[in-house]
């Protein structure tokens, strides 16, 4: 499913952000705080989403554990329609691969790109040890970290990556080296991939 046809049906991008990731990490439990800086998106966008949902019962206000008294929210296993929502929201595409396309041809001379694990079989992202390759030899770390800050906003959850330079992957792939054996010949995209590969 798309990204956007979800959003459309949700309404809010927030919203959207907000659900894939409590249900990505449940059964933990968050601060507004934590889920703005996880969100990339402002407290009171967030705060109106989260007071939505308590509301209808579907997050539950508890306190966290660190004992300062602060209000946590967590989904509520109970609510009505939660495993039709969750197979809803885990099973639309993260992130659109044209938006990761652009964004990723701002951030340097990318030479390959490639797309795996959570991005492609987003219920058992554990099958592939990476979600991102990234063979470039030029390199905008700040912008870098900014886009991975934004697709981990879009997931939900920690973005596994691996950045190589073009000669390192070269070896590697000559070599049959295991790392990127198993990459290539699990399930994978290429989104960007002028090496021919």
Do not use: C
């Not at 659109?96 to 490639?114: F, P, Q």
């Not at 987003?122 to 979600?131: A, C, G, K, R, V």
């Not at 070896?171 to 049959?176: P, V």
């Amino acid at each position: 499913m798309s990204k956007r046809i979800l959003e459309t049906l949700f309404d809010s991008r927030a919203r959207v952000r907000l659900l894939r990731f409590l249900f990505r990490n449940y059964p933990q439990n968050f601060t507004i705080k934590e889920l703005v800086d996880r969100l990339q998106e402002d407290r009171p966008t967030v705060k109106k989403e989260i007071d939505r949902f308590t509301e209808i019962k579907l997050l539950v206000n508890i306190k966290t554990k660190n004992g300062h008294g602060q209000e946590g929210y967590v989904l509520n296993s109970e609510f009505q329609f939660i495993q039709e929502l969750r197979d809803l929201i885990l099973k639309s595409s993260p992130a659109e691969k044209e938006e990761i396309t652009s964004r990723l041809n701002k951030i340097g001379r990318i030479k390959l790109a490639i797309v795996a694990g959570s991005f492609l079989d987003w219920e058992n992202p554990q099958n592939t040890s990476t979600d991102l390759l990234v063979v470039t030899d030029d390199l905008d770390r700040r912008k870098f970290g900014n886009f991975l800050k934004y697709l981990e906003a879009e997931t939900g959850g920690e973005v596994r990556f691996v950045v190589m330079e073009k000669d390192e992957f070269a070896y590697r792939l000559s070599m049959f080296d295991r790392f990127v054996r198993v990459l290539l010949e699990g399930p994978h995209e290429k989104l960007i991939n002028r090496l021919g590969v």
